[in-house]
């Protein structure tokens, strides 16, 4: 199924007992997202309608992808089949596909690519007579945050050069009722757009839309690569085609769908500092300049919604995403890498921080040529410590991690270290930000095409035969 709008989904969650609705009145200062962080910690993860937030006449929603179960309803399936689905796309036709159902296959597959442009949002949206964020229920989450921050928003942006759009999520803080920040790091589609406007001297139009149907917003976050326009891939994955609408005063589009839309523009030439901000990472990012974003106009649909996420210490719904675009695009990463067996973006690393893949090793050095290929590909290039290991590793097993990458490692030989190379902008303990170093592990078995010249041992393992009859024997144990 796919959900026209947010309010769809809510009323879905409603109906299937996922949603609570608070109509005490909350604050938008820390107590709002402390609410959906406990409801995570110690409640079942169900989606949150604050019906009276402090100075706001707007609802705010949040813990909208806050489990698994929840991810794959957004998603119309699995993760993993969804990623079979993209992989089976690229796939050149094999002599078992007549032309014909390959063809149809690819129509079905196919069919929402291109969306649908409107000229108008229709009677359902006004436009407003005046510029005011003060009217959203906009939370700050931490004490040393420095302000309200817009956490689920969806920027969407236009590349001057190949007219490509682009659509990802990146928080904004709010410095006043017509200003924010754009907090797009430097190797996002945000910033190298931006980039392209500076070197024209030309203002670069923004729309940031907040609130759509769930599955556009998890689209922003996906690590495409650039050129790949996150509405097609919405498209693709729902088999539906988006409807989109003309902005008023900016050259772009945006989802029909959407609860509030802000029209505006980047002076590529001004900067502003942002933060501190209580960050995925556990700790608060530090002040740093980044993009201002001016507000033009904003359109709001008929009794908005406000959604709005808990970004911090694990766990959150930041979690269930990231687990989601792992399992999605690992039978993609796989054309490329394709001796990966399986990969574990591990969550207490902050997914970035440290990359478990198990491998098919065929040739010396092997494991090294993967942790090169994971470096150069997407948003895998912030990994900044790769460790490979065997397929008899099951790699989401943290013991069986642990076991092989301190038993099957020598240090001096299977450890490298590159400096001087690319960093997550939110990697704090680097000397300079976005520029460090990373750590490749190789925890693979060798043999003498390694130099490895002393025999390796064997894994212990039981014979199949004994452990059938020795369990039955064991069960008899039980009183
Ligand atoms: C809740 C949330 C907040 C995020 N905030 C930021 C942010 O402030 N800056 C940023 O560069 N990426 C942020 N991200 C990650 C990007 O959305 C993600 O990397 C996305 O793929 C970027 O899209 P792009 O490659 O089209 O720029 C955030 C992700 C989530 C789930």
């Not at 803080?173 to 910033?191: A, C, L, R, Y």
């Not at 460790?387 to 490298?416: F, G």
Request: negative net charge; charged residues 25%; hydrophobic residues 40%.
């Amino acid at each position: 199924m796919v959900f026209e709008d947010l309010r769809e989904f809510i009323d879905h969650l409603g109906k299937t007992g996922n949603l609570r609705t608070m109509d005490d009145e909350v604050d938008p200062e820390l107590e709002l997202t402390y609410i959906l962080s406990e409801e995570e910690r110690i409640g079942k993860g169900d989606a949150i309608l604050f019906n009276s937030v402090k100075n706001s006449q707007i609802p705010a929603v949040g813990n909208l992808f806050s489990t698994r179960e929840r991810m794959e309803l957004i998603l119309g399936g699995s993760p993993e089949d969804i990623g079979l689905r993209l992989q089976n796309l690229i796939r050149v036709p094999d002599d078992t596909d007549s032309m014909i159902s390959r063809g149809l296959e690819m129509m079905k597959e196919l069919g929402g690519v291109k969306p649908k442009i409107s000229s108008s949002m229709g009677s359902s949206h006004r436009t407003m007579e005046k510029v005011d964020l003060g009217r959203y229920p906009i939370c700050k989450t931490w004490p040393q945050d420095g302000g309200n921050f817009i956490t689920l928003p969806l920027v969407i942006t236009r590349d001057p050069v190949t007219g490509q759009r682009n659509m990802g999520m990146y928080r904004m803080q709010v410095f006043d009722n017509e200003t924010t920040g754009m907090h797009w790091h430097i190797h996002k589609g945000g910033s190298e757009y931006e980039q392209n406007y500076a070197e024209r001297s030309k203002l670069m139009d923004v729309a940031v839309v907040l609130g759509s149907d769930p599955l556009t917003m998890f689209s922003a976050v996906a690590p495409l690569p650039n050129g790949i326009d996150e509405f097609s891939f919405r498209g693709i994955i729902s088999r539906k085609r988006m409807e989109l609408v003309r902005g008023q005063t900016v050259d772009l589009v945006y989802p029909r769908n959407s609860e509030i839309v802000l029209e505006g523009y980047v002076d590529p030439s001004e900067t502003r500092v942002e933060g501190p901000f209580g960050d995925h990472t556990g700790y608060y990012s530090l002040e740093a300049e980044f993009p201002v974003f001016h507000i033009k106009k904003i359109i709001e649909k008929d009794k908005p919604l406000y959604p709005t996420t808990i970004v911090g210490k694990l766990w959150h719904e930041d979690v269930i995403m990231g687990k989601a675009i792992e399992r999605m695009f690992l039978p993609l990463v796989r054309i490329q890498i394709p001796e990966i067996v399986d990969m574990n973006t591990m969550e207490e690393a902050v997914f970035h921080n440290m990359v478990v893949v198990s491998i098919k090793k065929r040739y010396p050095g092997h494991a090294k040529k993967v942790m090169f290929a994971i470096w150069g590909m997407g948003q895998l290039m912030f990994s900044k410590i790769v460790l490979v290991v065997d397929p008899d590793i099951n790699v989401h097993d943290r013991k069986q991690v642990i076991w092989a990458m301190s038993t099957r490692i020598d240090p001096s030989r299977d450890v490298i270290i590159i400096p001087g190379t690319v960093t997550d902008s939110l990697d704090h303990p680097a000397s300079i930000m976005n520029y460090g170093s990373k750590m490749g592990i190789d925890a693979t078995r060798k043999d003498e095409s390694e130099g490895f010249m002393r025999p390796w041992p064997d894994v212990l393992d039981m014979k199949q035969e004994i452990v059938m009859e020795a369990q039955a024997k064991r069960e008899k144990l039980r009183p």
